[in-house]
């Protein structure tokens, strides 16, 4: 379950921001809002909606994972 996106933990240690990307909910299929992490350093290859990828990365010492696709919010 995705943290609300006012809810986000900070990125300013990392030096990235979040911007907001509309994602298919799951098991409803309508569109919701979700964190998607904007990094300096990190490029992710895919928009969430159509991400293939399973797994993340963690930041902030273990209180966040990006997606290692799109880098939406995974904790
Ligand atoms: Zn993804």
Known sequence: MSYAIDQ??????????????TSRDAAFGHAVEIGQALLPSVEWP????????HRGTW?????????????????
Request: aromatic share 8%; glycine share 10%.
């Open 46 to 53: 895919y928009q969430p909606s159509q991400c293939p990828a």
């Open 8 to 21: 986000l933990p900070d990125l300013a240690p990392l030096g990235g921001h979040w911007a907001t990307a």
């Open 59 to 75: 930041y902030l010492d273990g209180e966040l994972l990006l997606c290692d696709g799109c880098s939406i919010d995974i904790t």
